[in-house]
């Protein structure tokens, strides 16, 4: 195999691997699909949670802990390798569905939310670590977009089976069975089958010769920064680094609504769980498919704009959402909101992939996905209290409002990351 040996950068030299690990990514986005449809609805149907901040403490601790892990992820990839924290991840999963099946009271489903997260830190972040790994920077906004197009294509799928599932054979159990399926396989293809790529990143951090911005205190992004630093230049002081974390947040935010409040306003409209299911895989299902076209758009054009145009977008399809009361309007809604999130999503990962060192690549990696995946966890608490005061159409209405914000923020600030490599780097 190609990647055996002497490593060498690039997606076709290392197509076998990467291919796996789109896999393995489709599995992962598998485990949070079996969720999207039928949580929501076991909080209002089955365990009568009488408010939505309550019935919304699953993504809150689901994000917490999945915002947490993801910047633990990079520091342990960096440490002791990308393959054993995928595994690790893998092993904390497999519980995850038998106390979504068993759970008598909705504390153990916040629980199952918990080890949820951890595993969705530790193989997510893992799998964007080792793509960037492989194919060098020529190739970034092309993987990433295959990355979470697999991962997002699973989620939709999963969520629609399961709309299914739970329309035929009932709530439970039938629609976790196949999270079970995805955990094992997960498990053993990540045991068998993926191999090491942090050598991978330490080639391209010996031949790296293309010129970085440097960050607002003046000071280039070398190798040699501490973890304090990185944090700091990530969240904080570079321009783009930062901006891709707040918009990541404010995406993801926006996803939290979409996941806890969406369903329960299409019931209340007296919509079926079948019809429900279709709507919750839409928007999904078009953020995943789509980014296979965005992500190497974003290779040609850059980073910036579809980074702007997307957030924009996104707020126009939560309007949307907030003004339509049928299934036509909320399924036209959930394609505008796919096709704006497609846009973000592997894009932001590009530019912090663009900007960060190949020595702490991994590391700024995972700071990034922690205000991102903090973004559910904020998304949960605020949308839950604006839906309590005043009703879900008000929360969107909210989250409208700041991913707007959010895009305008980005095209005021953020400076473009992609820069051209080497013809000869991108085979």
Partial sequence: MPDRGTPRLGLGVNAAQFTLLVAVNALVGGMLGQERTVLPLLADQVFKVPAYTSALGYIAAFGAVKAATNYLAGTLSDRYGRKPVLVAGWLVGLPVPLLLIWAPSWGWVIAANVLLGVNQGLTWSTTVIMKIDLVGPARRGLAMGLNEAAGYGAVAATALATGYLAARYGLRPAPFYLGLAFAALGLGVSTLFVRETHHHARLE???????????????????????????????????????????????????????????????????????????????????????????????????????????????????????????????????????????????????????????????????????????????????????????????????????????????????????????????
């Fill in 205 to 427: 951090a010996g031949t790296r010769t293309t010129p970085v911005p440097k960050s607002d205190d003046g000071a280039s992004h070398h190798g040699g920064l501490t973890d304090r630093q990185i944090f700091t230049r990530t969240s904080f002081s570079d321009r783009a680094l930062s901006s891709a974390s707040q918009a990541g947040m404010v995406n993801n935010l926006n996803d939290g609504l979409a996941w806890g409040l969406f369903p329960l306003l299409f019931a209340a409209a007296g919509l079926s769980v079948a019809r429900i299911g279709v709507l919750a895989a839409l928007y999904p299902a078009v953020w995943g498919a789509g980014q296979l076209v965005t992500g190497a758009l974003s290779d040609r054009v850059g980073r910036k704009p579809l980074i702007v145009a997307g957030m924009l977008l996104q707020a126009a399809a939560l309007a949307g959402f907030a003004i339509a009361t049928s299934f036509a309007g909320w399924a036209g809604a959930a394609v505008a909101l796919g096709a704006g999130t497609a846009m973000v999503y592997p894009t932001l990962l590009a530019a912090i992939g663009d900007v960060a060192h190949p020595t702490w690549r991994a590391r700024s990696v995972g700071i990034y996905r922690l205000w991102r995946d903090g973004g559910f966890a904020v998304g949960a608490l605020l949308c839950g209290l604006v839906a309590d005061a005043w009703g879900i159409r008000p929360a969107i209405w909210t989250v409208a409002a700041l991913t707007a914000a959010s895009g305008l923020l980005v095209a005021a600030r953020m400076y473009e990351t992609m820069h051209r490599e080497p013809a000869s780097q991108s085979a």
